[in-house]
């Protein structure tokens, strides 16, 4: 008599469990999270690409993998030289893989700034767009680009992945620096190696 209400008690103590993983909707679910995610790339022992976030939440369905970065991320981009050249900024980001192509975007949103360390440019917009295939970077939205040439402000850009072309498209109350001085000397402080000058 005791052995059947055992038998009976595991056999409803299953059932309310497979009940409770029935309600879990696996496409909302992670199968991977890591907090204080940091990665690098590397091409034929050459740093390439440094990625560091708060949080990374890896999801997969049928045709798309994507990866989401809920608490933003730092991206930094390498020259062929090994000098520091791009730092991307972001509130949040998200990385769109899709499993039966080579199509790959990162979407970065909410306080975006790019920044080319080297032409010493900045990119503030509120969504960007990275193609890795097409290897660009690109938004609508409105965007500012803070040069020591000028200031230009509008809606849309495009550029070359590293940010050393960037284009405003739509661009309106903009304006250039006409006159410059020749004998400024730019000192690149994230790859300068060697005393700092006094002033």
Same mark, same amino acid.
């Given at each position: 008599?005791?052995?059947?209400?055992?038998?009976?008690?595991?056999?409803?103590? *299953?059932?309310?469990?497979?009940?409770?993983?029935?309600?879990?909707?696996?496409?909302?679910?992670?199968?991977?999270?890591?907090?204080?995610?940091?990665? $690098?790339?590397?091409? @034929?022992?050459?740093?390439?690409?440094?990625?560091?976030?708060?949080?990374?939440?890896?999801?997969?369905?049928?045709?798309?993998?994507?990866?989401?970065? %809920?608490?933003?991320?730092?991206? +930094?981009? +390498?020259?062929?030289?090994?000098?520091?050249?791009?730092?991307?900024?972001?509130?949040?980001?998200?990385?769109?893989?899709?499993?039966?192509?080579?199509?790959?975007?990162?979407?970065?949103?909410? @306080?975006?700034?790019?920044?080319?360390?080297?032409?010493?440019?900045?990119?503030?917009?509120?969504?960007?767009?990275?193609?890795?295939?097409?290897?660009?970077?690109?938004?609508? *939205?409105?965007? /500012?680009?803070?040069? %020591?040439?000028?200031?230009?402000?509008? +809606?849309?850009?495009?550029?070359?992945?590293?940010?050393?072309?960037?284009? $405003?498209?739509? %661009?309106?109350?903009?304006?250039?620096?006409?006159?410059?001085?020749?004998?400024?000397?730019?000192?690149?402080?994230?790859?300068?190696?060697? %005393?700092?000058? /006094?002033?």
């Amino acid at each position: 008599m005791a052995t059947a209400a055992a038998v009976a008690f595991v056999v409803f103590s *299953c059932k309310g469990k497979l009940s409770e993983a029935e309600k879990l909707d696996l496409s909302v679910t992670p199968l991977q999270r890591v907090d204080s995610m940091f990665f $690098v790339q590397t091409e @034929n022992g050459r740093l390439k690409l440094r990625v560091e976030a708060g949080a990374m939440e890896k999801y997969e369905t049928d045709t798309l993998d994507f990866e989401l970065f %809920p608490e933003g991320f730092r991206l +930094y981009g +390498y020259a062929a030289d090994g000098n520091l050249e791009t730092i991307i900024v972001a509130d949040e980001a998200r990385h769109d893989k899709a499993t039966r192509a080579s199509a790959e975007i990162w979407k970065a949103y909410g @306080n975006v700034v790019v920044r080319n360390v080297i032409k010493q440019e900045r990119i503030e917009t509120d969504t960007l767009y990275w193609d890795r295939a097409a290897q660009e970077i690109f938004t609508d *939205c409105y965007v /500012k680009l803070f040069s %020591p040439s000028g200031f230009m402000q509008g +809606y849309g850009m495009r550029s070359d992945e590293m940010a050393r072309n960037s284009i $405003v498209h739509r %661009p309106f109350d903009s304006y250039g620096v006409v006159v410059q001085d020749s004998t400024e000397v730019v000192i690149d402080t994230a790859n300068f190696i060697g %005393p700092l000058l /006094k002033k």
